[in-house]
Every structure is written in structure tokens, then in C-alpha cells.
């Protein structure tokens, strides 16, 4: 059974730094591309980062150059650097990969940016 876990999350102010961390199991995690997405009240869910099995990335316009998706396939683990974050930034974030159709999701970590 496919399982992921996120962790991180927290309150930071303006302009600081967290780091948001994915581990998976139940998986063959190597063979597949990983996603974060955030969930602001009253919103969407959206694509934040996705990273291929191959390491290919790609970024919503709103966090390039602040945010930064990589993993660690020896630890089943991916990872989102978040720097410069904005209080537009406040969100659940959430871990998801897909596969054999169907959909996986984390439970979601809460970040806060406010002064």
C-alpha cells in the first residue's frame, strides 16, 4: 500500500526558509515522478513542483527561482526547498504521486508565512 508522509511545515516569517520533506512507501519510488501541491482556504488545489524518476523538473510560474523540488531515491524522500517565501505562499502542501492510474496523496502539511 502506497504511503506518504510529509513533514516541515511550520510558521515562518516573510522572506524566510523552509523545508518540506515527502516519504514514501510501498512503492518502487525510483520509477516515479513525485509532486508537491498546495491547497490555499477557498482555493484550488495546484501544482507546485513536479520532479521526474530521471530528475527533470518543472515549477508553477509563482515559485520559480524561490523553490526548489529534488529526491533522494536511497531514502525514498522527496524534498521542497522553499526560500523568499510570501505570505501568498500560506497554504496545506501536499505530497502526490500517480500511478497504475489512480492517484496518491500525503495528508498535507500546513505553512504559514506571516509576520
Known amino acids: 500500500q502506497v504511503q506518504l508522509v510529509e513533514s516541515g511545515g511550520g510558521l515562518v516569517q516573510p522572506g524566510g526558509s523552509l523545508r518540506l520533506s515527502c516519504a514514501a512507501s510501498?512503492?518502487?519510488?525510483?520509477?516515479?515522478?513525485m509532486g508537491w501541491y498546495r491547497q490555499a482556504p477557498g482555493k484550488q488545489r495546484d501544482l507546485v513542483a513536479r520532479?521526474?524518476?530521471?530528475?527533470?523538473?518543472n515549477y508553477a510560474d509563482s515559485v520559480k527561482g524561490r523553490f526548489t523540488i529534488s529526491r533522494d531515491n536511497a531514502k525514498n524522500t522527496v524534498y521542497l526547498q522553499m526560500n523568499s517565501l510570501k505570505p501568498e505562499d500560506t497554504a496545506i502542501y501536499y505530497c502526490?504521486?500517480?500511478?497504475?492510474?489512480?492517484?496518491?496523496w500525503g495528508q498535507g502539511t500546513q505553512v504559514t508565512v506571516s509576520s
Open positions: 502526490y504521486t500517480f500511478m497504475y492510474g489512480n492517484n496518491y
Open positions: 510501498g512503492m518502487i519510488f525510483s520509477s516515479y515522478a
Open positions: 520532479i521526474s524518476n530521471l530528475g527533470g523538473t
